[in-house]
């Protein structure tokens, strides 16, 4: 079993920067890809970003060039680095692990609570 917690999620104005963490506890934790989708309200979930135990990395196209995720594999933790924020990132933003490519059908993948991260214009 894996459980994932985030934090950092909150509001924010148009051009600015937040950053999401979300540490993983249970075992092969290490092994699994992590990362971030979002949804906000009246859409589908959607891929942010990704991360592979050995470091890849993938990210959805309205978020490339802004976002950055990063792994700690010592302490089984991501980051989300969002820059250059726009009100269209609204969203509630899910931290999962899994197994490639972290299709939120894939019913093996844990999830995360959300975290709500508001850009004001």
């Known amino acids: 079993q894996v459980q994932l917690v985030e934090s950092g999620g909150g509001l924010v104005q148009a051009g600015g920067s937040l950053t999401l963490s979300c540490t993983a506890s249970g075992s092969l934790v290490s092994n699994l890809v992590m990362g971030w989708h979002r949804q906000a309200p009246g859409k589908q979930r959607e891929l942010v970003a990704r991360i592979t135990s050995g470091g890849s990395t993938n990210y959805g196209d309205s978020v490339k060039g802004r976002f950055t995720i990063s792994r700690d594999n010592t302490k089984n933790t991501i980051f989300l680095q969002m820059n250059s924020l726009k009100p269209e990132d609204t969203a509630v933003y899910y931290c999962?692990?899994?197994?490639?490519?972290?299709?939120?059908?894939?019913?093996?993948?844990?999830w995360g609570q959300g975290t709500q991260v508001t850009v004001s214009s």
């Open positions: 999962n692990a899994g197994y490639w490519p972290l299709s939120p059908s894939d019913r093996r993948g844990y």
